[in-house]
């Protein structure tokens, strides 16, 4: 490969997918919407010989066009997505719109640019949808496994499902040589306060409460984005099409452990001033509608037929998090500044109304 389309590459994995991919010389054309979850200075830094960036919409077929005509990319890689849940509960609509509908447009411009395109090229060229561990719902006991029934509980859950059929469907019907992987929760530097690590971490530093759902018993496999974005390299590269792959550090943890780890690294690196723990400010609060219990994926194929592992502990992944956040004061403040930065979200409709 020599040339990428990234798909929502201003995003918090979409910046590190394009780090990467240029470290390791590739050219790069980044398109993002710069929505609330996209931010340009996730980009600050990297090269611009190799790195395109285009502002715009999955949903515009034209731009899509013109972009792969334009770069004749080897790959587009998809990451563009509407991705929190508890937005996802108090209103769908975005989640359809770019979940969904964006996907159909990225795929059928994408079919009508490798139809005209050479023998080899096409041979070539991939497309990666990369997906979700909550197609698969709430699973009790053991994993998820590729090729498993999808059972997804939240309208996020329920749009990425419907989007990883519309691109297993585009391979099968037109022979569009399409991937799809799905992952646990990342974590890591850049990522946008409405989720879990880094709402902890920028909520013990404004001395505030932090907030837990339920009894914090929810389980989720926890991988940093740096393993993961070398996983989709690897799958894009040398994956099969038409085949799905599972990508986790298997690592599951409680959100509850996860809050303490936090608050124990904030102890060390950024104690309170009143000499109290950080784990004093842990507060559960009322759990959202249709809270899956656990997630768990089977990652033996991608270790098995590519020889893909994770390499960073959690602990290791954590503390280099947590430090990023304290060093990194112009993000942090930018990031708080956007509306709903650190207020609830996902009480539902009808609470909302």
Same mark, same amino acid.
């Given at each position: 490969?020599?040339?990428?389309?990234?798909?929502?590459?201003?995003?918090?994995?979409?910046?590190?997918?394009?780090?990467?991919?240029?470290?390791?010389?590739?050219?790069?054309?980044?398109?993002?919407?710069?929505?609330?979850?996209?931010?340009?200075?996730?980009?600050?830094?990297?090269?611009?010989?190799?790195?395109?960036?285009?502002?715009?919409?999955?949903?515009?077929?034209?731009?899509?066009?013109?972009?792969?005509?334009?770069?004749?990319?080897?790959?587009?890689?998809?990451?563009?997505?509407?991705?929190?849940?508890?937005?996802?509960?108090?209103?769908?609509?975005?989640?359809?719109?770019?979940?969904?509908?964006?996907?159909?447009?990225?795929?059928?411009?994408?079919?009508?640019?490798?139809?005209?395109?050479?023998?080899?090229?096409?041979?070539?060229?991939?497309?990666?949808?990369?997906?979700?561990?909550?197609?698969?719902?709430?699973?009790?006991?053991?994993?998820?496994?590729?090729?498993?029934?999808?059972?997804?509980?939240?309208?996020?859950?329920?749009?990425?499902?419907?989007?990883?059929?519309?691109?297993?469907?585009?391979?099968?019907?037109?022979?569009?040589?399409?991937?799809?992987?799905?992952?646990?929760?990342?974590?890591?530097?850049?990522?946008?306060?409405?989720? *879990?690590?880094?709402? &902890?971490? #920028?909520?013990?530093?404004? /001395?505030? =409460?932090?907030?837990?759902?339920?009894?914090? +018993? !929810?389980?989720?496999?926890?991988?940093?984005?740096?393993?993961?974005?070398?996983?989709?390299?690897?799958?894009?590269?040398?994956?099969?099409?038409?085949?799905?792959?599972?990508?986790?550090?298997?690592?599951?943890?409680?959100?509850?452990?996860?809050?303490?780890?936090?608050?124990?690294?904030?102890?060390?690196?950024?104690?309170?001033?009143?000499?109290?723990?950080?784990?004093?400010?842990?507060?559960?609060?009322?759990?959202?509608?249709?809270?899956?219990?656990?997630?768990?994926?089977?990652?033996?194929?991608?270790?098995?037929? *590519?020889?893909?592992? &994770?390499? #960073?502990?959690?602990?290791? /992944?954590? =503390?280099?998090?947590?430090?990023?956040?304290? +060093? !990194?004061?112009?993000?942090?403040?930018?990031?708080?500044?956007?509306?709903?930065?650190?207020?609830?979200?996902?009480?539902?409709?009808?609470?909302?109304?």
């Amino acid at each position: 490969m020599e040339c990428l389309l990234v798909t929502g590459g201003a995003g918090f994995i979409g910046s590190h997918l394009v780090r990467l991919a240029v470290e390791r010389g590739l050219r790069v054309v980044d398109l993002d919407a710069l929505t609330y979850a996209g931010n340009p200075r996730n980009l600050e830094g990297i090269p611009t010989e190799r790195h395109v960036f285009v502002e715009g919409s999955v949903n515009d077929r034209a731009l899509l066009a013109r972009l792969l005509e334009e770069h004749r990319p080897d790959a587009v890689i998809h990451l563009a997505a509407e991705s929190h849940v508890d937005r996802s509960l108090d209103d769908p609509t975005l989640f359809v719109r770019t979940n969904i509908n964006g996907t159909f447009e990225l795929l059928e411009a994408t079919l009508d640019h490798w139809k005209g395109i050479g023998p080899g090229e096409r041979e070539r060229f991939r497309y990666l949808q990369v997906s979700t561990d909550e197609v698969y719902g709430s699973v009790k006991t053991g994993f998820s496994r590729e090729g498993d029934p999808y059972d997804p509980r939240s309208p996020y859950a329920a749009s990425k499902a419907a989007a990883d059929h519309l691109v297993r469907s585009f391979h099968h019907a037109h022979g569009l040589p399409t991937l799809v992987t799905s992952c646990g929760n990342n974590y890591g530097p850049r990522q946008a306060p409405e989720k *879990l690590i880094p709402r &902890a971490i #920028l909520c013990l530093l404004a /001395g505030e =409460r932090l907030p837990i759902y339920g009894r914090g +018993e !929810n389980v989720r496999d926890w991988i940093f984005v740096e393993d993961h974005c070398r996983a989709l390299l690897e799958v894009v590269g040398q994956g099969e099409p038409g085949r799905t792959y599972h990508v986790g550090a298997e690592d599951r943890r409680r959100n509850l452990d996860v809050a303490s780890t936090i608050c124990a690294v904030l102890d060390e690196l950024r104690p309170r001033a009143d000499g109290a723990r950080h784990e004093e400010s842990i507060a559960f609060v009322e759990d959202r509608p249709g809270h899956d219990l656990r997630y768990a994926l089977d990652v033996s194929r991608i270790r098995d037929e *590519l020889g893909w592992e &994770a390499e #960073l502990s959690f602990e290791d /992944g954590l =503390r280099r998090t947590v430090s990023w956040y304290l +060093e !990194n004061d112009a993000w942090v403040t930018e990031a708080l500044a956007r509306p709903d930065a650190l207020s609830r979200q996902g009480l539902g409709r009808t609470e909302r109304t």
